[in-house]
């Protein structure tokens, strides 16, 4: 087990499908700065601006860069996320699923909606991991996780967060999006540094507030999945697509396209 993390760490990962990680890209945080602001700079075909005309500030996401922004890469190759992710996983394999950086300017006072990112990708498994890492200090803008929510019964509906209209055409497979407040659900959220990071499973329900803050708030994502990860087709375009993969369901996620980055000695 890596020294950054203790068996607590994985209890509690396993029980509530969240916790917080100090420290984990400590030593790369300037890189990953470096790297926002060239995807920023040149953003790739998913890239989006999140806010309505009418809606103060700037909500920018973009993701499925790491591959040509060299920085994202190095972390990815360099930080010991994946060999953490292996152990709250409680799996012998990593593999990349993709990066995402979102950004939220000063005076942005746009929520993240209440979501879950599963319903959205065209994987499963109970071995996935999520780093949710701050490059600028935050206390209200942090990420905000349901403990628990990654063992409902049934999923989220997913919903495009500009237009907020159903994401597939499909919605009787899944449950309406709670109001985590209001049904007075056990709510996650820490203040945070640079270089922390929030691990959160792929079904956990998660959101953020607005950044009313004079400060930016630069958040870089890394998504994993562990060995029993397999390929389920949707009743839609997934997000990401990843157009073009071949993958047939129940099948493992092609190394080639995500590539393993951590293998523990067996």
């Not at 790369?28 to 075909?45: F, H, K, T």
């Not at 899944?174 to 049904?183: F, L, R, T």
Request: hydrophobic share 35%; charged share 25%.
């Amino acid at each position: 087990m890596h020294s950054l993390i203790t068996t607590k760490h994985v209890e509690d990962y396993q029980r509530d499908g969240v916790v917080l990680i100090k420290g984990l890209f400590d030593g790369y945080v300037d890189l990953i700065r470096d790297g926002i602001e060239a995807n920023m700079n040149s953003p790739g075909p998913y890239a989006a601006e999140n806010l309505r005309p009418s809606e103060s500030g700037r909500f920018f996401d973009d993701y499925c860069n790491w591959q040509r922004i060299e920085q994202f890469r190095y972390v990815i190759e360099l930080s010991p996320a994946a060999e953490v992710g292996a152990d709250l996983m409680v799996s012998q394999t990593v593999q990349i699923f993709h990066d995402h950086v979102l950004v939220k300017e000063p005076g942005t006072s746009k929520s993240t909606p209440w979501h879950q990112d599963s319903p959205y990708y065209f994987v499963e498994g109970q071995q996935t991991v999520s780093f949710w890492s701050p490059v600028d200090p935050v206390s209200d803008a942090s990420l905000r996780c349901v403990a628990g929510s990654h063992l409902w019964d049934r999923p989220v509906l997913p919903v495009r967060w500009l237009a907020e209209d159903n994401f597939y055409p499909d919605t009787d497979s899944y449950m309406p999006v709670p109001d985590p407040d209001a049904e007075a659900m056990d709510i996650r959220e820490w203040a945070m540094q640079p270089g922390d990071a929030v691990a959160f499973d792929f079904r956990i329900l998660h959101g953020a507030r607005g950044n009313e803050s004079a400060l930016r708030r630069r958040a870089f994502s890394l998504r994993f999945v562990g060995d029993d990860a397999r390929y389920v087709e949707r009743p839609g375009r997934t997000s990401p697509p990843f157009p073009g993969h071949g993958m047939m369901p129940g099948q493992r996620l092609r190394d080639d396209l995500f590539p393993v980055v951590f293998q523990r000695n067996l």
